[in-house]
């Protein structure tokens, strides 16, 4: 255990996680080679390296949705978190296999010329002007780029020192990595290629991304689109009326929505409850599905933990976040929107008896 | 200070005990519960086979590289006349003493012009490796100083090689698509369309001679050395073109087995 950085910190899930990508990637390439070498063979074999920069290629494509889609299908399916807690390192791999593509390709088809290969993959003669002369090795150089830039800083070293907004939109590029991606290949290797299946599987694959997207955001939206009413206001700001508090359950936490504000999770300790912002110090994870794990708030997504009482990270971590106040008036349970400055301790309310 | 994603010791050894069916949270630096470890298990066989589908499924698909072939383990040797023509070329005789032309390139991606321009018109015998794809030949000269070997044949024997007068065939439009012929011929299996833009853009402007390939309705496909008016290098004008599929016209002529194509420098079009 160190508070320190270390390269990797290795857990038993991650050195499964790292195995099963690894045999992914060498179960996808292996059938893609032996079925490319039976598929065409004697004389009309496809070139070693080309069938390799294609295997290559394809696979990084493949791995690219496969992080695309694990974010929201873990929103949907909870116990898919496994698949999402590690995902930077199916986001390094994906690098590394697209860099291999992009270093044969170099190579091979800007190696052995009169040109410096980077010269050449620069300048080669292209017509921005005409979709059948578009430059796609140019997308898929620049989305290279955008997957160097996320593994480069994808450890938690940088998440720290960049800030965790600055980390976000540096790793929200992803999308612009896809969608250079995907003209990478719409103008290239599918004005190549004569099959049919090839448009039809990328089709497949950019409905299915963005279906998954547009579902989990929708149903983010119909959260955010219920907010909580205030009831009172004062100058400690807006009470808002958590009514009966009986249902969330024990070292669980209910989700409040405030118009304009970050979401605030309520949690139940006990008979208590306290409240916190629902936004996570580390990666922005949704605090409130989380759990309380001795006596720690717990995040979701990479475990990082919070006093409930205090919203600060046990010692000997420093990270903090903003806390609510609740109060308990009439019998009721009533929650102040204002959060107050993060690791402000707070106390905790009792839930009233006729709760209990 | 940032927290590491375990926890030091006194937070992270009573989760098991607050784990219960039914409200099993899963933290990656704590023993996994077992409905997300069904559940990891069942997603990763699933994208096992998906995996495998699809990268069995797109590589049956792949297009056909044709039947190009390039003997790069095995060093060969011809002997006949160069011809500068405006790219090199060499005449020679093959096994049944038909005349056949050759088309000569340097190794990478760069043409062998300038190298056999002194040779134009003159008896050589040439080592290098052979392509070949439907009959058309190729020869890959080697880099080593003695490849080129001039020869002092009899004026009648040399007579038999030189050049014939082109014979026209009249005016065309052809659809199909430039190409740099090294790599179409053999040495990259496929070696055309928009994948291969870039490389042909390389060997072309390298001195390689740019071709013309059409393709009938049945599969099979006609040659065509491109060149301009006057005899000239078609290289600078087609460049941009090379991959893309186009439509050209111009003037079609025979010169020996090599059929010959001088476009129309202002009828190429993008189809």
């Known amino acids: ?356 | 200070m940032s927290q590491p994603e375990e926890p030091t010791g006194p937070v992270n050894n009573a989760a098991g005990a607050d784990r219960t069916v039914g409200d099993e949270f899963f933290v990656g630096y704590l023993p996994t519960p077992a409905g997300h470890r069904r559940a990891a298990v069942i997603a990763v066989v699933i994208i096992g086979v998906l995996l495998a589908g699809v990268a069995g499924v797109v590589a049956w698909a792949q297009r056909d590289p044709g039947t190009g072939t390039w003997q790069s383990d095995r060093t060969s040797s011809l002997e006949g006349v160069v011809v500068i023509a405006p790219y090199a070329l060499l005449r020679t005789a093959d096994e049944s003493g038909v005349v056949v032309t050759v088309i000569l390139v340097s190794e990478g991606k760069f043409g062998a012009t300038d190298r056999l321009r002194d040779h134009d018109g003159k008896t050589v015998r040439i080592r290098g490796t052979m392509l070949e794809r439907d009959g058309r030949r190729m020869l890959e000269v080697s880099s080593n100083a003695d490849a080129v070997t001039p020869l002092d044949w009899p004026v009648a024997r040399r007579a038999g090689l030189l050049p014939e007068s082109p014979r026209p065939l009249g005016r065309a439009t052809l659809r199909g698509e430039f190409i740099d012929p090294k790599c179409y011929i053999g040495a990259m299996k496929p070696g055309g369309g928009k994948t291969h833009k870039a490389c042909a853009q390389l060997c072309v402007g390298g001195g390689i001679p740019p071709m013309f390939v059409t393709r009938s309705q049945d599969g099979s496909e006609d040659y065509f050395l491109v060149i301009e008016e006057g005899d000239r290098s078609a290289a600078v004008t087609v460049i941009p073109y090379l991959g893309d599929p186009v439509e050209v016209g111009g003037e079609v002529e025979m010169r020996g087995d090599l059929r010959v194509l001088r476009i129309d420098t202002t009828t190429i079009l993008r189809i």
């Open chain 1, 1 to 356: 255990m160190s508070v320190g950085y270390k390269a990797v910190q290795w857990t038993h899930s991650k050195k499964v996680y790292d195995v099963v990508i690894v045999a992914g990637v060498l179960l996808y390439l292996a059938t893609f080679i032996i079925v490319g070498k039976i598929a065409w063979r004697g004389d009309r074999a496809i070139s070693d390296e080309i069938l390799l920069i294609r295997a290559l290629g394809t696979c990084a494509i493949v791995m690219l949705h496969i992080v695309l889609a694990i974010g929201p299908l873990a929103r949907f399916f909870p116990r898919l978190s496994p698949l999402l807690y590690n995902r930077r390192h199916l986001g390094v791999a994906t690098f590394l296999v697209a860099a291999a593509h992009g270093t044969i390709v170099l190579g091979y088809y800007h190696g052995f010329g009169r040109l410096n290969p980077f010269v050449s993959l620069l300048t080669h003669d292209a017509d921005f002007g005409v979709a059948s002369s578009l430059p796609f090795q140019l997308f898929g150089a620049m989305a290279l780029v955008i997957l160097f830039i996320m593994a480069a800083t994808s450890h938690d070293f940088w998440l720290r020192n960049l800030s965790a907004r600055t980390w976000k939109s540096i790793h929200m590029m992803v999308y612009a990595c896809y969608v250079l991606v995907i003209a990478h290949v719409m103008f290239g290797a599918l004005q190549a290629e004569r099959s049919s299946l090839y448009p039809a599987l990328l089709a497949a694959g950019v409905i299915g991304v963005t279906a998954l997207h547009v579902a989990a955001g929708l149903r983010e939206r119909r959260i955010d689109k219920q907010p909580w009413a205030a009831i009172d206001q004062d100058k400690k700001g807006a009470w808002i009326d958590l009514g009966d508090c009986r249902d969330i359950p024990n070292s669980r936490a209910r989700t409040v929505c405030v118009d304009g504000r970050p979401r605030i999770a309520v949690f139940r300790n006990g008979d208590d409850l306290c409240a916190v912002q629902s936004v996570c110090a580390h990666q922005g994870g949704p605090l409130a599905e989380g759990k309380i794990i001795d006596g720690c708030i717990t995040c979701p997504w990479h475990g990082w933990q919070y006093r409930p009482e205090d919203g600060r990270s046990p010692p000997p971590f420093e990270e903090r976040i903003s806390t609510h106040r609740i109060r308990s008036r009439d019998g009721r349970l009533e929650l102040n929107a204002l959060p107050e400055p993060p690791g402000t301790a707070v106390p905790p309310a009792r839930l009233p008896e006729e709760m209990t």
